[in-house]
């Protein structure tokens, strides 16, 4: 298993082999830097802790300052671990860095991101309700609302679970199984088939 923290750049598309066009989203993956070394032995398990994205020491805590000049590093904006991280049977120390040559085109990744922030949205947006549908019988302004919402005298309440509106997005999503079309290792890139969640410039977390 092998992984790496990026940023996404945007879209764009490729022509494969076939001569089809693929869309591909752009990440910016790495380098990062190996921050700690957990082991069965102290940890009780085993994972790769990296780190990502320089940060001014002005705005890093003292306690994180400490914990990055142990591996000999900048402060860095994004910090995450990977379980059992092998890649090409390379042992990584402390300090050393990982980059995009990791991976290895037409193989497979799962990539974890925070999705796009939607606001306060309706039960149309948030729960895909089709409204009311027709305008006859008296239904004025009353085509996108979410309807009877609970019971009368029992229970008197609105039961929990119940689909309304509400905050929507900012959620943490994986995407499952997304190709890797191609690894420019010069610029630190890679491009991932289809799209992944997030907005432009926000972090992700490639594992394979």
């Known amino acids: 298993m092998a992984g790496i923290i990026g940023k996404k750049v945007g879209m764009t598309s490729v022509f494969g082999a076939d001569g089809k066009n693929i869309p591909c989203t752009v990440i910016q993956a790495g380098p990062c ?13 085993t994972a790769l802790q990296l780190a990502y994205d320089d940060k001014k020491e002005k705005n890093t805590p003292k306690g994180s300052l400490g914990h990055f000049k142990k591996a000999n590093t900048t402060p860095k904006y994004k910090v995450a671990e990977f379980p059992v991280f092998a890649a090409a049977d390379k042992e990584f120390a402390l300090g050393d860095t990982v980059g995009v040559d990791v991976f290895e085109e037409n193989t497979w990744v799962d990539v974890v991101g925070v999705s796009k922030g939607k606001g306060f949205q309706g039960v149309v947006r948030r729960h895909h309700f089709a409204g009311v549908g027709g305008q006859t019988h008296g239904q004025a302004n009353r085509l996108r609302a979410p309807g009877s919402a609970g019971a009368s005298s029992f229970p008197s309440r609105v039961l929990p679970g119940r689909k309304l509106g509400g905050r929507m997005g900012g959620d943490r999503v994986k995407m499952l199984n997304l190709l890797i079309v191609k690894v420019i290792t010069e610029n630190n890139l890679i491009l991932v088939k289809g799209a992944v969640p997030g907005a432009t410039g926000s972090y992700l977390l490639i594992e394979q």
Do not use: A, L
Not at 33 to 43: G, K
């Open 33 to 45: 830097v190996v921050t700690q070394v957990r082991t069965q032995e102290v940890d009780g398990y």
